[in-house]
C-alpha cells in the first residue's frame, strides 16, 4: 500500500548541532505539508510544499521537496530546546488524503 | 477565536460497545478530517468530511463512520470495539475547496478499550 517513511526514527542532538529528518514516499505526492507534535499535543502545522524542488524557509527550518515529489527534507539549523518534539510529513495523495510518515522523535540535550 | 475542540478528552470502553467522538472545527472551516494515532506511530486518516459528505474514506473498516452537522461540526463513531482501536483520535479541520490548505488540529480523544 501508499507508504511514507522517515528517518531517521530518533535523534538526540546537543543544543546547538544541527537536524535533518527525511521524507521518503512509494508514490508521486501532490504537495506535502510538515507538522511537529510536541509530547502529550497534537500536531501543529509548519509549512505546505506543492512544487517540483521547492525549498521553503522558516527561521532556522528550512524545508525541501524533491524533483520527483516523492521525497521531502527538514532541516534545522543551531538545534534549540524549543524544538524537542516529533516531526512529521503528510503527503497529499490525489484531491483529498493525506498520509502520515512514520515520524522522527527530535530530542536536544542542553 | 476557538480552535478546534473535541470531546471528550479520555474515554474507557470495554470490547464490543460503540462509542461516539465529537469535534467542533476552528470557526471558519468547513471541512474536517479524522485521524487515529496509535502509539509512537502517525496519525492514520480515516475518512474526510465536506458539504455533509464523506468525500474520501482511509483503509478503515465499515465499523468506523461519521457524520457531519449543517454548522460544520462532525462525529466519529466506531462500532462493536475491538482492543486494537485503542488510540488518539484526532480531527483536523481546514478550509473550503482543495486541501491546498493547513490543516488545524484539536487536542483529540484518548479512547482505551478493556
Known amino acids: 500500500g501508499q507508504q511514507v517513511m522517515q528517518i531517521p526514527q530518533y535523534q538526540h542532538v546537543q543544543e546547538g548541532e544541527d537536524f535533518t529528518t527525511y521524507c521518503n514516499s512509494s508514490?508521486?505526492?501532490?504537495?506535502i505539508q510538515w507538522y511537529k507534535q510536541r509530547p502529550g499535543g497534537h500536531p501543529v502545522f509548519l509549512i505546505q510544499?506543492?512544487?517540483?524542488?521547492e525549498v521553503k524557509k522558516q527561521k532556522r527550518l528550512t524545508f525541501q521537496f524533491g524533483e520527483a515529489k516523492k521525497n521531502s527534507s527538514l532541516h534545522i539549523t543551531a538545534t534549540q530546546t524549543t524544538d524537542v518534539g516529533t516531526y512529521f510529513c503528510?503527503?497529499?495523495?490525489?484531491?483529498?488524503?493525506?498520509?502520515f510518515g512514520t515520524g522522527t522523535r527530535l530530542k536536544v540535550l542542553a | 477565536d476557538a480552535g478546534v475542540t473535541q470531546s471528550p478528552t479520555h474515554l474507557i470502553k470495554t470490547r464490543g460497545q460503540q462509542v461516539t467522538l465529537r469535534c467542533s472545527p476552528k470557526?471558519?472551516?468547513?471541512?474536517v478530517s479524522w485521524y487515529q494515532q496509535a502509539l509512537g506511530q502517525g496519525p492514520q486518516f480515516i475518512f474526510q468530511?465536506?458539504?455533509?459528505?464523506?468525500?474520501q474514506r482511509g483503509n478503515f473498516p465499515d465499523r468506523f463512520s461519521g457524520h457531519q452537522f449543517p454548522n460544520y461540526s462532525s462525529e466519529l463513531n466506531v462500532n462493536a470495539l475491538l482492543l486494537g482501536d485503542s488510540a488518539l483520535y484526532l480531527c483536523?479541520?481546514?478550509?473550503?475547496?482543495?486541501?491546498?490548505?493547513?490543516?488545524?488540529f484539536g487536542d483529540g480523544t484518548r479512547l482505551s478499550i478493556l
Open positions: 483536523a479541520s481546514s478550509l473550503t475547496g482543495t486541501s491546498n490548505q493547513p490543516q488545524h
Open positions: 508514490t508521486t505526492l501532490s504537495n
Open positions: 510544499l506543492v512544487k517540483s524542488g
Open positions: 503528510a503527503g497529499l495523495l490525489g484531491t483529498y488524503k493525506y498520509i
Open positions: 470557526s471558519g472551516h468547513d471541512t
Open positions: 468530511y465536506y458539504e455533509e459528505e464523506e468525500r
